[in-house]
């Protein structure tokens, strides 16, 4: 084995809300884990795309900011001790001819685990980009694909572009903070969900947030990162320029599943096939949960990853722990280490 090589039973690919609850589920069956993230803190899409808005279907949690949600799952993983290796994406996993796999990631950390548990969500996620000349000297400054502290635009002259939830839903809120909100759209019609769109459109009528439609994004004016003003283009090209701070384009996320789609497992539509009963992909001892992992009347739902995490650590135990019986145990029997009851 080369020097270095870190051991564990399980390694978990993917820190989002479902890794971090497949912590708790594979230490509370006395399985030790190593989660890598390809992002710089745990939390998957809550922490990147939603930290602060309010998610209202988690049990016993009638609304749970994004981020809260994330940091009580880090804090219910904690008394399994996972070591995190973030701000690194898993590039290679290649079985291990004594059984189990080795992990390779972008830092040039090798794991070797027993079980691997793919918990990627859509895989490697980023913004798409508008085609707009010079962008990346804005982008970090002027220029956002992601809110996550509303705060930050207080006082600020916002420019939205896109027509869906996430340009719908952050009008609507950065309208309580900005100087300014203009809403940049190709067409009159907005495809947000019913409430948010009538929601923005009575803050049009109300002159909160004005809507510039039908016209799309032509480009961009400032000098040194920072913007000075928006152009925007309708649809015979004529032109008009929306002074502004920032500009935030919500075009949607390119997925990719990036190297994961290399690793030889059946796939299904971008997404990793698995027994709905085990949460086992094509190749034993690689398992699949969350976002990521599809079977018939699959719901990408947070509560239905937690469910799988439960069902892929109970399945993995027996390739971890040849030999040794398994039995089933409520958390109210069993106890967490640490954890007064
Ligand atoms: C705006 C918005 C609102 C939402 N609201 C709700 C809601 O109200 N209720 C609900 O249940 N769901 C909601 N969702 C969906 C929910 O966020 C997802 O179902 C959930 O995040 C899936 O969790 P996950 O852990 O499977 O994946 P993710 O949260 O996507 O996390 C996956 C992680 O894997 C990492 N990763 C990927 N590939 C690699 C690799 N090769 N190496 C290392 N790391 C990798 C990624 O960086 C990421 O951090 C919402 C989603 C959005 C975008």
Same mark, same amino acid.
């Given at each position: 084995m080369p020097e270095g090589v870190l051991q564990t039973d399980v390694a978990i690919i993917g820190a989002g809300p479902v890794g971090l609850f497949a912590v708790f589920e594979c230490g509370m069956l006395?399985?030790?884990? *190593?989660?890598? $993230?390809?992002?710089?803190?745990? @939390?998957? !899409?809550?922490? =990147?795309?939603?930290?602060?808005?309010?998610?209202? $279907?988690i049990p016993g949690h009638p609304a749970i900011d994004a981020a809260e949600l994330v940091r009580r799952l880090e804090q219910q993983a904690a008394p399994f001790t996972p070591h995190y290796h973030l701000d690194q994406r898993v590039e290679s996993?290649?079985?291990?001819? !004594? &059984? &189990?796999?080795?992990?390779?990631?972008? /830092?040039? *950390?090798?794991? $070797?685990? /027993?079980?691997?548990?793919?918990?990627? &969500?859509?895989?490697?996620?980023?913004?798409?980009?508008?085609?707009?000349d010079s962008i990346e000297d804005y982008e970090g400054r002027s220029v956002f694909y992601l809110v996550t502290r509303r705060e930050a635009f207080r006082g600020q002259r916002v420019v939205i572009a896109g027509g869906g939830d996430s340009a719908a839903d952050w009008a609507i809120s950065l309208a309580e903070v900005a100087d300014r909100v203009l809403v940049v759209h190709r067409r009159a019609k907005f495809r947000a969900a019913p409430e948010?769109?009538? /929601?923005?459109?009575?803050?049009?009528? $109300? @002159? /909160?947030?004005?809507?510039?439609?039908?016209? !799309?994004? *032509?480009?961009?004016?400032?000098?040194?990162?920072?913007?000075? +003003?928006?152009?925007v283009a309708d649809l015979k090209g004529a032109t008009k320029t929306l002074p502004a701070d920032v500009l935030l384009p919500f075009f949607g996320l390119s997925m990719d599943l990036g190297p994961i789609a290399e690793w030889g497992l059946a796939l299904d539509h971008h997404h990793i096939a698995v027994a709905p009963a085990t949460c086992m992909s094509s190749i034993e001892g690689i398992f699949a949960i969350g976002d990521? +992992?599809?079977?018939?009347?699959?719901?990408?739902?947070?509560?239905?990853?937690?469910?799988? =995490?439960?069902?892929?650590? *109970?399945?993995?135990?027996?390739?971890?722990?040849? &030999?040794?019986?398994?039995h089933f145990e409520y958390s109210t029997t069993k106890g967490v280490p640490g954890v007064i009851p």
């Amino acid at each position: 084995m080369p020097e270095g090589v870190l051991q564990t039973d399980v390694a978990i690919i993917g820190a989002g809300p479902v890794g971090l609850f497949a912590v708790f589920e594979c230490g509370m069956l006395g399985l030790k884990c *190593h989660v890598i $993230d390809a992002l710089a803190a745990p @939390g998957g !899409q809550c922490s =990147a795309l939603y930290p602060e808005k309010p998610i209202y $279907d988690i049990p016993g949690h009638p609304a749970i900011d994004a981020a809260e949600l994330v940091r009580r799952l880090e804090q219910q993983a904690a008394p399994f001790t996972p070591h995190y290796h973030l701000d690194q994406r898993v590039e290679s996993l290649e079985p291990l001819p !004594q &059984g &189990g796999f080795r992990l390779a990631t972008a /830092r040039g *950390h090798l794991i $070797d685990a /027993r079980a691997v548990i793919i918990a990627a &969500g859509v895989g490697a996620f980023g913004p798409n980009r508008p085609p707009l000349d010079s962008i990346e000297d804005y982008e970090g400054r002027s220029v956002f694909y992601l809110v996550t502290r509303r705060e930050a635009f207080r006082g600020q002259r916002v420019v939205i572009a896109g027509g869906g939830d996430s340009a719908a839903d952050w009008a609507i809120s950065l309208a309580e903070v900005a100087d300014r909100v203009l809403v940049v759209h190709r067409r009159a019609k907005f495809r947000a969900a019913p409430e948010s769109a009538a /929601r923005l459109e009575a803050l049009a009528r $109300d @002159g /909160r947030i004005e809507l510039i439609v039908p016209y !799309q994004l *032509h480009g961009l004016e400032g000098s040194a990162g920072k913007l000075s +003003a928006v152009v925007v283009a309708d649809l015979k090209g004529a032109t008009k320029t929306l002074p502004a701070d920032v500009l935030l384009p919500f075009f949607g996320l390119s997925m990719d599943l990036g190297p994961i789609a290399e690793w030889g497992l059946a796939l299904d539509h971008h997404h990793i096939a698995v027994a709905p009963a085990t949460c086992m992909s094509s190749i034993e001892g690689i398992f699949a949960i969350g976002d990521i +992992a599809t079977y018939p009347g699959k719901l990408k739902l947070i509560l239905s990853g937690f469910a799988e =995490a439960a069902l892929a650590a *109970h399945a993995l135990y027996p390739l971890v722990r040849p &030999g040794e019986a398994l039995h089933f145990e409520y958390s109210t029997t069993k106890g967490v280490p640490g954890v007064i009851p």
